[in-house]
């Protein structure tokens, strides 16, 4: 059987009952990084055989995950944090192990997408996520005035070092428009700095910005200033 483990996004206590129980019993545990994975180990007394899978390695370790599993061993498969395969490795093994009908299952854990989504004050019954925006300039301001236009939230990862130029690229589109920045999730730091692109800019131009960023857009018929929701309470 392969599991797929949710683990935390920050807070280590956010793990499950049966989460733990899972990483007790495998026979191994596959990890994206093992070194930060037995941070968590060691705080619940587990010990395991670790294997890295990564982005790097994620062919090679599938063939050999699978031929393990096709032994009759038990494996784990846990990311650095969240949900293995959104937006981490973990997608390639599963379709292996569908082929060569293996068993798998999902041990539901935290997920920065819906923790953002739901703190965010934003609409929350329709929302598209598209992981990290690109990187090069252009292909992000595309991606962004999409954003803007969509029907719903549009959830996307972000590098602290990459936040003033997405938020001066959104300020230079629709400067009036509501986001949220939702930073640190389930930490001691965490903040959700909800405004308009205006205002959420002008913070993190005083305060840089630090710790894993999710960069929450409104959908467009959000567009009333978030000042005016401020004054009046509403969402």
């Known amino acids: 059987m392969l599991y797929i483990v949710g683990s935390p996004i920050g807070n280590l206590s956010d793990i499950s009952l049966r989460a733990l129980e899972t990483l007790r019993q495998v026979d191994r545990i596959a990890a994206e990084d093992t070194r930060r994975i037995k941070i968590l180990l060691n705080r619940y007394d587990i010990e395991k055989p670790l294997i890295s899978f990564h982005e790097f ?91 803007l236009e969509r029907d719903c939230t549009s959830v996307y990862f972000e590098s602290p070092y990459r936040l003033m130029k997405t938020l001066d690229a959104l300020h230079g589109i629709e400067p009036d428009h509501t986001i949220c920045v939702a930073r640190e999730l389930t930490k001691h730091f965490e903040e959700f700095r909800r405004g308009t692109v205006s205002s959420v800019r002008e913070h993190f131009a005083a305060h840089a910005p630090r710790g894993e960023i999710t960069l929450l857009i409104a959908p467009r018929d959000r567009r009333r200033s978030a000042n005016e929701q401020e004054r009046t309470g509403s969402p």
């Open 57 to 147: 390695n994620e062919a090679k370790r599938t063939a050999e995950l699978v031929e393990c599993l096709g032994r009759g061993e038990s494996i784990a498969l846990v990311s650095d944090a969240g949900m293995p395969s959104i937006s981490d490795p973990g997608h390639r093994l599963v379709t292996r192990c569908q082929q060569e009908q293996i068993p798998v299952t999902v041990i539901p854990g935290p997920s920065a997408v819906i923790t953002a989504l739901v703190g965010s004050g934003l609409p929350t019954d329709q929302f598209h996520y598209s992981g990290f925006l690109p990187v090069k300039s252009g292909q992000r301001e595309r991606e962004l005035r999409t954003a």
